[in-house]
């Protein structure tokens, strides 16, 4: 008998992260000690009233019901983070959750797409933004992010085909994996020009409360007219070290939220409620620990970017996000055997850029997930396994 699959499964590769953990495993198995600077998951512990919330609610066997909606608490307490925040002004129909952006970004083109429309997405970009779409049949487009542009998208290089036929446009800064940010006239440049042509914006902001050097994160909700064709995902995975509770929110144009909270009612049954009351005590509770994790990840960030510099790796600063991205050094072509060679010699395990896209080759991504110690030890073992030649 031979067993029939769908189509579009021949266009997913086995994870790249599934791999280089294997890999990993290969090399910690002969003794050598390694520095996973690969996947971006943070290495903080969640604080104690979060925590604490969590427990609480979980004791209380009415919370394992299903839940079907948001709590009332948690929606005002989003409203209110993004009140203090942002100085956006939301209403209890501007928002829904969802179980982390990942999973929104994965489903929300089965509410805003037919089959063929078009979606534009960055070039390099995480994986998501492209297979989410894909899963809705949608015509993936990719447009490009390069430093001769800042790493911005050129709109007006956009043609008015692809324009006229773009269903929504998704956007991210700071962006992982290249670790920029955008500023303010981009946004009102985008607003602008996404209104001309119809299109919807979809912004994810994983990363605001993760940047660098004293700039602002900024949500896209903040520019003017923003509402009237922009959608927002907000996490609290990478802010508050929630990752595995998967709580996240779609906030923006109340159509369009509303119309995803449709969607997502047919294929669940709410988030789970302790997830919930966790999530009211991290956005109701002090940022204290969010800034310091922020100012502890530029610390890392420095080791690390300033510490290949030093040894004659050129990695610029990342500007936010919990990563930073750079080209392979001179000598070498392809960012996966450079990755596969560098975890080999030193015990420093990086993310090949190929796995974010086509521009994304011979560029690599790490992780700011060690102590600043062990970064300067990861940077020594680059350095004396003599793959950067001065």
């Known amino acids: 008998m031979k067993l029939q699959v769908a189509d579009r499964m021949k266009d997913f590769e086995e994870g790249v992260f599934q791999l280089l953990n294997e890999k990993k495993e290969e090399v910690e198995r002969t003794g050598k000690k390694v520095?996973?600077?690969?996947?971006?998951?943070?290495?903080?512990p969640t604080?104690?009233?979060?925590?604490?919330?969590?427990?609480?609610?979980?004791?209380?066997?009415?919370?394992?019901?299903?839940?079907?909606?948001?709590?009332?608490?948690?929606?005002?307490?989003?409203?209110?983070?993004?009140?203090?925040?942002?100085?956006?002004?939301?209403?209890?129909?501007?928002?829904?959750?969802?179980?982390?952006?990942?999973?929104?970004i994965a489903h929300i083109g089965l509410s805003l797409c037919n089959p063929g429309d078009v979606v534009l997405v960055p070039d390099p970009g995480y994986p998501i933004f492209s297979i989410g779409p894909s899963l809705?049949?949608?015509?993936?487009?990719?447009?490009?992010?390069?430093?001769?542009?800042?790493?911005?998208?050129?709109?007006?290089?956009?043609?008015?085909?692809?324009?006229q036929k773009t269903k929504f446009m998704i956007i991210s800064y700071p962006l992982n994996p290249i670790c920029k940010i955008a500023p303010d006239s981009f946004y009102e440049k985008l607003i602008s020009w996404a209104q001309a042509h119809e299109i919807i914006i979809l912004h994810d902001n994983a990363y605001s409360d993760i940047i660098y050097d004293g700039r602002i994160g900024k949500s896209i909700?903040?520019?003017?007219?923003?509402?009237?064709?922009c959608i927002e995902f907000y996490s609290l995975s990478k802010s508050y070290n929630y990752t595995g509770a998967r709580a996240g929110f779609l906030v923006g144009n109340e159509y369009l939220v509303q119309n995803f909270k449709k969607l997502r009612s047919q294929i669940d049954y709410g988030t789970?409620?302790?997830?919930?009351?966790?999530?009211?005590?991290?956005?109701?509770?002090?940022?204290?620990?969010?800034?310091?994790?922020?100012?502890?990840?530029?610390?890392?960030?420095?080791?690390?970017?300033?510490?290949l510099r030093s040894i004659g790796w050129n990695i610029p600063d990342s500007q936010g996000t919990m990563f930073a991205w750079g080209k392979i050094p001179q000598g070498y072509s392809?960012?996966?055997?450079?990755?596969?060679?560098?975890?080999?010699?030193?015990?420093?395990?990086?993310?090949?850029?190929?796995?974010f896209g086509k521009l994304g080759k011979g560029h690599v991504r790490f992780a700011l997930t060690l102590p600043v110690e062990e970064i300067n030890l990861a940077v020594a073992a680059i350095s004396a396994c003599g793959i950067i030649k001065k």
């Open 272 to 307: 789970f409620l302790p997830v919930q009351y966790g999530a009211i005590a991290a956005l109701e509770g002090p940022d204290d620990g969010v800034r310091e994790r922020c100012a502890e990840y530029q610390r890392r960030r420095d080791a690390l970017c300033g510490g």
């Open 35 to 44: 520095y996973n600077l690969s996947v971006g998951t943070p290495d903080f």
């Open 47 to 104: 604080e104690p009233h979060i925590m604490e919330a969590v427990i609480n609610a979980a004791k209380n066997s009415a919370n394992y019901k299903y839940a079907l909606k948001m709590l009332p608490e948690l929606t005002q307490a989003v409203i209110r983070r993004f009140k203090e925040r942002y100085h956006v002004t939301l209403t209890e129909k501007e928002i829904t959750d969802v179980y982390g952006s990942q999973e929104g």
């Open 221 to 229: 909700l903040q520019y003017e007219g923003a509402k009237e064709n």
């Open 334 to 355: 392809d960012d996966v055997d450079f990755v596969m060679e560098l975890l080999q010699k030193s015990g420093v395990l990086c993310t090949p850029g190929s796995s």
């Open 136 to 163: 809705a049949m949608a015509d993936v487009r990719t447009y490009e992010l390069r430093p001769e542009n800042d790493y911005l998208p050129d709109l007006d290089s956009i043609d008015e085909e692809t324009c």
